[in-house]
């Protein structure tokens, strides 16, 4: 078993770092954030995940899991370092590698001459290279690694990943990092490093594409009175398509597809190619949550200033707690454009001074049925199970005018008419 050293404790550097703790390895998760490290310390997780509590209670009460601030110290006897630091997008849409630079530089000097570096950010073509300059350590292996997990069921996706891929020019290096999976049993790709780079956006980018593909059927649905929900079966069961990533909603979002797919159209361009498909697929996810915010208002009564909405959900989808880029905000931000009041209850109960919420004007509830009080439009925007079996007919009964925009497709027609909404889903009869 190895020793490794995660820098960065996100959602990608925590959860595998207890991952791979669960398989034997030592782990040290590093973080600048002092914060959330004595939290981690404390038993406190700093993001709310399925099973990481117990995850990474497991490795700490082994003994194969630490938590610290000190990146130099922990990488001294470290074999492997995991760079899993953010690589948010930068302003002309390219990533932004400053994070993944600045880790390398600070850890260089102090790596052993054995040890190897791990790219597990999301990280453009030629980032492995980018990666060693900033070392300085030409002694030192560099592997790409890209993370595929899911928010919302990182522990199970890190335990049961559909692959492994593994970029690498060192063939020894990359063999060492396939064998830390070696008990995991999915298929390795090992390739070279921009293959290997280039996967993790190819991958990203056609889910986005799945999901605008099925968002513009369900828009075509409702023009044509076919219901998307059928049409979706009716197409998932051939299995060159599937049924993952069908399902319309408000735009896909989070801290994932808008900088991967923003990434990818820019390292396309700066390589001389327009990659067209891919900016017609960000500019329909634009469109739809203008769609979806348009039908709201219409659903509201229009434009009355001053009148109330109620939205249910803000996270970018259920199981997270995550608010980046998420789809929710998207449309709020357009419902504030057109002068509306917005009153939002999402399960997760966010801080009103998180910096994804900053400048929206929004009305933050302690309940859903709250958020419902003299609204004259109910839009669902995350699809929380709590949503699923709340109360429609207290919610509907509170309200100015009982008209449902139901974003995700969660609710029955049928239960919600039953229970007072005017009801409208997304390509649904
Ligand atoms: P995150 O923002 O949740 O976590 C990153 C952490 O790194 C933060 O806690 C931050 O304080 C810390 N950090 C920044 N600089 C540091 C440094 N120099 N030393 C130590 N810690 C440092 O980010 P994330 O969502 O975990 O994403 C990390 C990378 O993984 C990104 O490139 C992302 O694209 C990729 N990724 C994310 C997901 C996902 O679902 N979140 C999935 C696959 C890949």
């Known amino acids: 078993?190895?020793?490794?050293?995660?820098?960065?404790?996100?959602?990608?550097?925590?959860?595998?770092?207890?991952?791979?703790?669960?398989?034997?390895?030592?782990?040290?998760?590093?973080?600048?954030?002092?914060?959330?490290?004595?939290g981690l310390k404390a038993g406190r997780m700093p993001i709310l995940e399925e099973g990481l509590a117990e995850m990474v209670a497991e490795g700490v009460d082994a003994g194969r899991l630490s938590f610290s601030v000190d990146a130099t110290a922990s990488v001294a006897d470290a074999e492997f370092v995991f760079l899993c630091v953010p690589t948010p997008r930068g302003a002309d849409g390219s990533a932004d590698l400053r994070f993944v630079r600045d880790a390398a530089r600070q850890i260089g000097p102090h790596l052993r001459a054995d040890a190897v570096v791990v790219t597990k950010s999301t990280v453009p073509v030629g980032s492995a290279a980018a990666v060693a300059t900033a070392l300085g350590r030409p002694d030192i292996a560099v592997v790409s690694n890209p993370e595929f997990l899911r928010e919302g069921t990182a522990i199970y996706d890190c335990m049961h990943p559909d692959r492994i891929v593994i970029g690498g020019l060192d063939a020894d290096a990359a063999r060492r990092v396939a064998a830390l999976y070696a008990d995991l049993d999915a298929p390795v790709v090992i390739t070279d490093p921009a293959s290997s780079e280039t996967i993790k956006y190819a991958a990203n980018a056609f889910l986005a594409m799945k999901v605008s593909y099925i968002n513009s059927i369900a828009n075509l649905c409702q023009r044509v009175g076919a219901d998307v929900t059928d049409v979706i079966e009716g197409m998932s069961y051939d299995r060159r398509i599937g049924g993952d990533h069908l399902t319309p909603g408000p735009g896909w979002g989070?801290?994932?597809?808008?900088?991967?797919?923003?990434?990818?159209?820019r390292l396309a361009e700066d390589h001389g190619y327009d990659f067209a498909l891919l900016r017609e697929v960000v500019a329909a996810n634009e469109e739809q949550f203008e769609h979806v915010a348009a039908r709201a208002m219409a659903a509201a009564g229009g434009v009355v200033a001053g009148a109330k909405i109620a939205v249910w959900g803000l996270t970018f989808k259920a199981g997270t707690d995550d608010l980046r880029d998420s789809p929710?905000?998207?449309?709020?931000?357009?419902?504030?454009?057109?002068?509306?009041?917005?009153?939002?209850?999402?399960?997760?109960?966010?801080?009103?001074d998180d910096p994804a919420l900053a400048g929206l004007g929004l009305e933050l509830c302690d309940d859903p049925y709250s958020a419902c009080q003299d609204a004259t439009c109910l839009v669902l925007l995350t699809e929380w199970p709590e949503f699923a079996g709340a109360d429609l007919a207290k919610a509907a009964s509170s309200m100015a005018s009982p008209a449902l925009i139901d974003g995700r497709n969660l609710f029955d027609p049928a239960a919600a008419r039953d229970a007072g909404f005017t009801y409208e889903g997304i390509g649904r009869r």
């Open 1 to 38: 078993m190895s020793r490794l050293s995660m820098i960065g404790a996100g959602y990608v550097g925590l959860t595998t770092g207890a991952c791979l703790a669960h398989l034997g390895h030592h782990v040290t998760l590093v973080d600048v954030d002092k914060q959330r490290v004595e």
């Open 254 to 265: 989070g801290s994932c597809f808008p900088k991967d797919t923003s990434a990818l159209i």
């Open 328 to 352: 929710a905000i998207a449309v709020i931000r357009r419902l504030r454009a057109r002068g509306a009041r917005v009153a939002a209850y999402d399960p997760t109960r966010p801080d009103a």
